[in-house]
């Protein structure tokens, strides 16, 4: 009613054993679910309570979404394995799973990529379900909400641009490539954070290796991250660039990042040596509580840092940036707070190739 699509109104008719329960939390229910679909417009719908995933296309050519709000329980938009999308001027609150969600899985039983997508003028976040639609916004333990490319990402990601976009309560911008794809062109520019538990920006790779009879090693390069705020990150570490020991992630630039961190971090934590993802699910709380408190980055080739500025609300006593495992590691113009006694960045021996310019807490 009143134009809202309610995911439950009338569900029982399609599930007759269940009569006075709401589906089960894993039922991969949807409000809207296309596949194989070419030229699709999805504009200025509402959606509460939209399921599993309240839109789900795959394999779909030559897509826009405009104009959606929706105040959901799980996945808000999922684009798996779609070329030509556009996603834009979007309202997603998904307070307990991800908010715009690019995935490459292998659901149509080949290797397809999701690539040349566009997502412009959204905005994501992770307040209690139902609090965006009724414009009071309540906190909500589930913080997810995110933009988040992957898990499921046999066929890679190109060509791919995430602009003009806000994050509220919510986890921050997850690019995550690891069941053997290749994540390439990836731009990302002009977004605001308030409030991200966990991270700002999370880039990984990764050998959970989903696809069946895998070969390759997931890859990701090509990837330029610019005129990002960060406020209220959380403790774990504001941004996170990690590949595999075999394969670094490669060709990565970040500029023109102000980041603010709760901060609370200690001694012993800035000592600490983070574990592999190995084959695990890429999630950054697998990994726990990182040794630099801005910037953590291990196993890249060609990390590029321009016009960063990284602080702290609380004492934090680690550095502001840790990096191991680099192979050409460009930094121009970095601003740390750190805490007395504290170095602003530490650099494992195996990291080489080292400039650094404008960056006098680096120069001491």
Do not use: W
Not at 131 to 137: K, N, P
Not at 231 to 253: A, F, T, Y
Not at 272 to 300: M, Q, S
Not at 336 to 348: R, T
């Amino acid at each position: 009613s009143d134009g809202i699509l309610d995911r439950m109104v009338g569900f029982n008719k399609f599930d007759p054993p269940v009569t006075n329960a709401a589906p089960p939390v894993r039922l991969g229910n949807k409000a809207i679910a296309l596949k194989l679909c070419r030229n699709v417009l999805i504009r200025d719908v509402t959606i509460f309570h939209g399921g599993h995933f309240a839109i789900l296309v795959t394999g779909c050519d030559n897509l826009t979404v405009d104009n959606v709000m929706m105040d959901t329980d799980r996945d808000g938009i999922d684009i798996d394995c779609c070329r030509n999308t556009m996603v834009s001027n979007c309202r997603i609150n998904s307070p307990n799973d991800d908010g715009l969600c690019p995935k490459s899985t292998y659901a149509l039983g080949e290797i397809r990529p999701t690539e040349n997508l566009t997502i412009v003028n959204c905005q994501v976040s992770g307040f209690e379900e139902g609090t965006l639609l009724d414009g009071t916004m309540k906190p909500s333990k589930g913080h997810n909400g995110r933009i988040k490319f992957g898990t499921e990402s046999s066929g890679g990601f190109r060509n791919c641009t995430v602009a003009n976009c806000t994050f509220r309560s919510c986890r921050g911008l997850a690019l995550e490539e690891v069941d053997g794809g290749i994540m390439d062109n990836i731009t990302i520019n002009n977004i605001t954070m308030m409030d991200v538990p966990d991270y700002a920006i999370y880039i990984t790779t990764g050998k959970r290796n989903r696809t069946p009879h895998l070969t390759t090693t997931s890859r990701g390069r090509n990837i330029l991250i610019s005129n990002v705020i960060a406020d209220g990150v959380g403790k774990m570490s504001g941004i996170q660039i990690m590949g595999l020991p075999e394969q670094p992630v490669e060709g990565v630039r970040l500029e023109n990042i102000r980041l603010t961190s709760n901060g609370g971090g200690t001694a012993e934590e800035a000592a600490a040596t983070p574990k592999e993802l190995g084959n695990g699910y890429p999630e950054p709380r697998r990994l726990g509580t990182l040794p630099g408190y801005g910037i953590f980055a291990r196993h890249v080739k060609g990390l590029e840092l321009a016009n960063i500025t990284v602080n702290f609300a609380t004492n934090d006593f680690r550095p502001a940036a840790a990096f191991a495992d680099i192979d050409g590691l460009e930094i121009d113009n970095f601003k740390p707070q750190v805490a007395a006694g504290v170095k602003a960045a530490v650099f494992a021996d195996n990291v080489g190739g080292i400039t650094i310019r404008n960056s006098p807490a680096l120069q001491k």
